[in-house]
């Protein structure tokens, strides 16, 4: 009764007058009077209450009183604003409320999860230690396998998938029951190692899981738990994350299933090199990567000091390798190659796997015919091999083996095509004979031919001083690049100087000291034959042949222009 009294008596009671001013008002600091007016008309509602009288200024004229239907839809604005904020406050409360009852609910799950303590069941038959790669020949059997989750996924309250990884493959593991309700289970990442056993059952017609089967497991432990939150995997490495960060992170990326897909092709097309070497009898050799003699030009040397003598990280093992020739024959290597050109193009790396071969008494044609016959022979045995023919098809579905034989084109036909398909340099000009072709032309050349190119015949001022001279024609030399769509320059090679004579001019023109190259002039000296050789860029090979766009992708830790670490 007293409240309906007070209601009555405000209605009845005189409305005070506030003032709003929507051109100087202010409704942070105003108090609705004359001289600190409001700036809107419901800022005075929210302040003074409905029962006001308003007096509004829009211009110059002043105050006047406000319209019913303005106050109208001003009061009609300011009840919906407070049932909205009043439905928002029921909805915070609720959410509170939630999360209070999901934070007890987990504590009393993780409690419970804690009195779970896991035993094997000594009736089941001993298991068999294996690795992944081993499970379609241990189906049916009771097993004991160890890796990383790589995936997982929670089905109910009473299923978990994992699917682990080795590094010899992937297997998904099913965990039932109160397997998965362990502290654990209910707390597993990615990432964390684990032991798991089980039986291996191949899965029923209509289902998929790598291997085509999956292990049931009956027991399990952790073995390393990794970091969830804001710590965990997946929030650290991400695909569009930026490459430098990616790179800072490689040691995690690696674990990923394209990176390793990459890393294990990488490895079975060096088994596939060494194969065909061990085919023709090559004898393999390990030289020096501590030099003090150049190969590729001063310009792009690692200099050091060595015991305080200058000396420079090698750029190529080919000089040495041709010492081998007399004692051992053909020969090759796969070593490491250093140049220190400042470039950030995508085909580039400081540090690369580079394979080199040299060989006695053969001819220039010989020395084609013998490159043609490596990359074929490696693409095919690669492809012959059911796991890696697989991790081409996953990382380059496209990929179709290159038809034999590959395109002739000698240099002035570079020039002339160029010209022909007006593919210029930066400054709209043509390019002419005895300039160097740069990266991007040639590989709009090889791109628009689409097919591997032996280009050949190259100027010899363009080329390394040690070059073989055409004898038809004394401006080239017999020399050439492999070139393939996508990539660019895959592999140089070229028939070597045998004339000690011509040698020795040869480092004269290029401005070299022949003393500290005795042992390589030596081999000219003491039963000098016609003999040449290549070296092979492995990252630039696998960027092809996996369709990757840089090489920084084909190596385990990539090295380049300001890239030393990790």
């Known amino acids: 009764m007293a409240t309906q009294t007070a209601d009555a008596a405000q209605k009845l009671s005189p409305a005070e007058t506030v003032f709003v001013d929507e051109v100087e008002g202010c409704d942070v600091k105003g108090n609705g009077t004359e001289a600190t007016p409001f700036k809107t008309v419901l800022k005075a509602i929210e302040a003074k209450g409905e029962n006001i009288k308003v007096q509004i200024k829009k211009d110059a004229e002043g105050y006047k009183d406000i319209s019913g ?54 009736s089941l038959p001993a298991a068999q230690k294996i690795k992944i790669r081993e499970a379609t020949e241990s189906r049916g059997k009771r097993v004991k396998v160890s890796g990383w989750v790589h995936r997982l996924r929670v089905q109910g309250k009473d299923m978990m998938f994992i699917v682990l990884r080795d590094g010899s493959g992937y297997l998904q593991c099913v965990l039932t029951g109160k397997l998965c309700h362990t502290y654990d289970a209910i707390t597993l990442t990615n990432e964390s190692t684990i032991t798991v056993w089980g039986v291996v059952n191949e899965l029923p017609e209509g289902k998929s899981a790598p291997g085509n089967h999956e292990l049931v497991a009956d027991y399990w432990e952790l073995v390393g738990k990794a970091p969830g939150g804001d710590d965990a995997f997946n929030n650290k490495v991400t695909p569009d994350a930026d490459p430098s960060y990616l790179l800072d992170n490689r040691h995690l990326v690696l674990r990923g299933e394209t990176a390793s897909a990459v890393l294990r092709a990488r490895a079975e097309v060096i088994k596939a090199f060494r194969g065909f070497y061990d085919q023709e009898q090559f004898t393999e050799v390990t030289p020096p990567c501590m030099v003090q003699t150049q190969v590729e030009g001063g310009s792009t040397l690692f200099e050091f000091n060595y015991y305080g003598e ?86 380059n579905p496209d990929f179709k083996k290159p038809e034999r034989p590959f395109m002739r084109m000698k240099y002035a036909d570079a020039i002339t095509y160029l010209k022909e398909n007006d593919i210029k340099k930066e400054d709209g000009s043509f390019y002419e004979f005895g300039e160097d072709i740069p990266e991007a032309p040639e590989r709009a050349m090889t791109d628009k031919i689409g097919r591997p190119i032996f280009l050949t015949h190259f100027p010899h001022e363009i080329k390394a001083f040690y070059m073989q001279k055409d004898p038809k024609d004394r401006r080239v030399t017999e020399s050439v690049d492999v070139l393939m769509p996508g990539v660019g320059e895959i592999v140089g090679g070229s028939m070597r100087m045998d004339v000690r004579e011509e040698l020795l001019e040869a480092y004269n023109t290029a401005g070299i000291d022949p003393t500290p190259y005795y042992w390589y002039t030596d081999q000219r000296k003491y039963g000098t034959t016609p003999h040449g050789g290549y070296g092979l860029g492995v990252e630039r090979f696998l960027a092809w042949l996996l369709n990757r766009y840089t090489v920084r992708d084909c190596s385990l830790y990539p090295r380049f222009t300001g890239r030393c670490t990790p």
């Open 69 to 122: 239907a303005a106050l109208k839809k001003a009061k009609k604005t300011f009840a919906e604003q407070q049932k909205k904020a009043k439905k928002q406050q029921e909805q915070l409360k609720k959410q509170e409320e939630d999360s209070q009852k999901k934070a007890e609910e987990e504590a009393k799950a993780i409690a419970n999860a804690k009195s779970i303590i896991l035993t094997q069941d000594e």
């Open 310 to 395: 200058k000396a420079y990280l090698t750029q190529s093992s080919q000089l040495y390798l041709e010492t081998c020739l007399p004692a051992l024959g053909d020969v090759f290597c796969l070593a490491e190659s250093y140049r220190a050109e400042k470039s950030h193009t995508r085909r580039h790396l400081s540090e690369y796997s580079h394979l080199e071969a040299e060989m006695a008494f053969i001819t220039f044609d010989e020395l084609l015919e013998h490159l043609e016959d490596l990359m074929c022979y490696v693409i095919d045995q690669t492809l012959a091999d059911k796991k890696t023919a697989e991790l081409v098809k996953q990382l």
